[in-house]
Nanobody, 119 residues
Framework: QVQLVESGGGLVQAGDSLRLSCAAS????????MGWFRQAPGKEREFVAR????????YYTDSVKGRFTISRDNAKNTVYLQMNNLKPEDTAVYYC????????????WGQGTQVTVSS
């Protein structure tokens, strides 16, 4: 069982930066692939980024490539999402999620943190 708690959201202006954090419980954090997702009002939840258990591999959706960076600190059981050059279309509730490598299904989710980018 993994419990996830996001933090770091807020209201910023276009072009600003934010860093989201997701703290995980449990002793086997490094065995989980971690992902960030977001859901804008009236839209379906969408994938943003993921990182391998070791942190050596990252993958991003096209709309955030070059602006967002996912990273993790396994000693702190925490995954981060550094978001630079934010745009109004990045406004959404951001969720972190965890899954084992043997499945594509994210079984564990945080409660979400709101990111609002004003123009």
């Amino acid at each position: 069982q993994v419990q996830l708690v996001e933090s770091g959201g807020g209201l910023v202006q276009a072009g600003d930066s934010l860093r989201l954090s997701c703290a995980a419980s449990g002793r086997t954090f490094s065995s989980y692939i971690m992902g960030w997702f977001r859901q804008a009002p009236g839209k379906e939840r969408e994938f943003v980024a993921r990182i391998s258990g070791s942190g050596g591999s990252q993958y991003y959706t096209d709309s955030v490539k070059g602006r967002f960076t996912i990273s993790r600190d396994n000693a702190k059981n925490t995954v981060y999402l550094q978001m630079n050059n934010l745009k109004p279309e990045d406004t959404a509730v951001y969720y972190c999620a965890a899954r084992r490598s043997v499945t594509n299904v994210y079984n564990y989710w945080g409660q979400g943190t709101q990111v609002t980018v004003s123009s």
